[in-house]
């Protein structure tokens, strides 16, 4: 076998590509031909939804930055979940409504916090806000491990709500939600190299934040 | 792609994103090799490589946002809503007030269907769908809940023998943690991290042999509280089964051999070495669990 600096294929490579989440199917209409009874539905709902329920709550909660609210929108991201159900087609599950929880954490935000939502530019930019960020390449000396091993809850949680969206949704997808590099680069729906790249910085700008403090 | 003729990128940010992809599980095996090498002759890269693991340690340890019961009641309830249709003789609920007022938009229009009604027919009558009572569902969600994890500890009560309670404090505490937001609370494949995160805890840490070359991955730990007290947990994948081992400390305890109380769905077998009282409880067949078994015994003497 090559040595090569390729990445596994994912174990679950089967990753949800970008869903329609809001197409309400109607409920108890047969919308195709072999349609899953209104039971399994209902049961692959409890099955495919209800275990991922705490990791929707974090990731709502780091995308609209509070826990109250992040109730709000994975109960909505469960009503369209419930509806989208049956377009469900496998793959992991987490993924799948993650997604649909993330896109409904973009909708609620515009939709109440429309000031909040910052106009993301292009990767430039976001390098550009790395940099005055201070990442920290290999090529720089990094704050010690055991410095940010220590690091205390408060400054950790504070250090990551101060992420730039992109870099913190990265982050929180991979790090908190345990999804893999694939899976993100599915929901995201950017390359692979990009959520790679991304993950780094969120990483290099927490290192360096959290290496800063005495 | 030459210079270190490995196969990696040489410039340094590539080879961090290598870093990167390592500690997140990313890499196969040789390329995992190709870059835990460069680390070992690189200072700068094992540090960077501690840098990460430090991080993803200490984001991993932040705390979880709590799904209470009354929310998942809520969630269970939306479930609900086109499941109970079928299973149930439609009854004319249209008055009934909604807790869930975005759901009920299609409601109203309600004809009887009846339980038996052919999906033929259902299909032509879409508006006989009802979306009343939620609030009499998400009572009958959260008592359905309550009452699945009920039965379940009930069930190991009266079936198991010996330490009753105790085996169904376990089994609750393993299906608890297959709905929890994730099944342990230190993740890590290292038992270097896993030991020292339970003694700091509860100053206990069980053997944790590594049992990944055998198919048994180990995930990490958690703490189950059973009869009031704290006790260790640690957590193997098996394929997409997960494992709980809780172990008991005992105090000049007895050695006993496994002992087999599998019940309701789930294998569960139990087995003291003098140190510590195990349970191990899994959705894997019998066999397997009793293969996982022998494995953790032989490795953990």
């Given at each position: ?20 989440v ?7 209409v ?13 049961e692959?709902f ?10 929707a ?25 419930h509806?989208?159900?049956s ?23 515009s939709?109440?916090r429309?000031?909040?939502m910052m106009?993301v ?51 929180v ?7 893999a ?6 929901m995201?729906d950017?390359p ?7 993950l780094?910085?969120a ?12 | ?9 040489n ?18 095996a ?5 870059v ?6 690189d ?9 990460i693991l430090?991080?993803r ?6 705390p ?38 975005g ?11 009846e339980?038996g009604?052919?999906?033929?027919q ?7 769908r ?6 009499w569902r ?11 994890l ?24 393993h299906?608890r ?14 038992r270097?991290?896993v030991?020292?995160?339970?003694d700091?805890?509860i ?11 055998d198919g048994?991955a180990?995930?990490g ?5 059973i009869?009031d007290?704290?006790v260790?947990?640690?957590v ?10 809780v172990?008991e400390p ?19 077998v ?6 510590f009282?195990?349970?191990a ?6 066999p397997?669990l ?12």
């Amino acid at each position: 076998m090559p040595v090569s600096g390729n990445l596994v294929l994912g174990n679950k490579a089967r990753a949800p590509s970008r869903l329609e989440v809001v197409r309400p199917i109607p409920s108890g209409v047969s919308d195709h031909g072999a349609a899953l009874s209104e039971r399994a539905l209902a049961e692959r709902f409890n099955q495919v939804v209800l275990p991922h329920l705490g990791d929707a709550l974090a990731l709502a909660r780091w995308l609209t930055g509070n826990a109250a609210d992040a109730e709000d929108v994975v109960q909505d991201a469960c009503i369209k979940a419930h509806a989208g159900i049956s377009g469900y087609a496998g793959g992991n599950p987490r993924a799948w409504l993650l997604t649909i929880v993330r896109n409904t954490s973009y909708t609620w935000m515009s939709r109440n916090r429309p000031r909040a939502m910052m106009a993301v530019g292009d990767l430039g930019d976001l390098d550009d806000m790395a940099a005055a960020h201070g990442t920290s390449l290999p090529d720089e000396d990094g704050p010690e491990a055991s410095l940010i091993a220590k690091a205390d809850t408060a400054a950790l949680e504070a250090a990551i709500a101060a992420l730039p969206e992109p870099f913190r949704e990265t982050l929180v997808l991979r790090d908190i939600n345990g999804l893999a590099y694939r899976e993100i680069a599915a929901m995201l729906d950017v390359p692979m190299g990009t959520v790679m790249s991304r993950l780094a910085r969120a990483r290099g700008l927490l290192a360096s934040e959290l290496g800063r403090a005495p | 792609m030459t210079g270190h003729d490995d196969g990696l990128p040489n410039d340094p940010e590539g080879i961090a994103l290598m870093i990167h992809a390592l500690v997140d599980g990313e890499l196969d095996a040789a390329a995992a090799l190709a870059v835990e090498r460069r680390i070992a002759a690189d200072p700068r890269l094992a540090a960077e490589h501690a840098r990460i693991l430090a991080l993803r340690g200490a984001v991993a340890r932040l705390p979880r946002p709590d799904v209470s019961d009354a929310f998942l009641a809520r969630i269970a309830a939306i479930g609900m809503a086109g499941g109970e249709q079928q299973a149930q003789p439609a009854e004319p609920q249209r008055g009934a007030p909604s807790a869930l007022p975005g759901l009920i938009a299609g409601a109203g229009a309600g004809q009887r269907r009846e339980a038996g009604t052919r999906p033929s027919q259902t299909r032509t009558s879409p508006r006989a769908r009802r979306f009343g009572s939620f609030d009499w569902r998400a009572m009958a969600a959260s008592i359905m809940i309550s009452a699945v994890l009920a039965s379940g500890a009930t069930q190991w009560v009266m079936q198991s023998g010996v330490d009753d309670g105790f085996a169904a404090a376990v089994a609750s505490g393993h299906r608890r943690s297959l709905l929890a937001a994730s099944p342990i609370d230190i993740v890590s494949s290292d038992r270097h991290t896993v030991k020292p995160w339970l003694d700091a805890r509860i100053g206990v840490s069980p053997p944790a042999p590594d049992l990944a070359q055998d198919g048994y991955a180990l995930i990490g730990g958690r703490v189950e509280v059973i009869s009031d007290r704290p006790v260790p947990a640690l957590v193997y994948r098996h394929r997409e089964h997960l494992i709980t081992l809780v172990a008991e400390p005992q105090q000049g305890g007895k050695v006993t051999q496994p002992d087999d109380l599998s019940s309701g769905g789930f294998s569960m077998v139990h087995w003291s070495d003098g140190a510590f009282s195990y349970w191990a409880i899994s959705d894997m067949e019998r066999p397997e669990l009793d293969d996982f078994v022998a494995r953790f015994r032989k490795a953990a003497v």
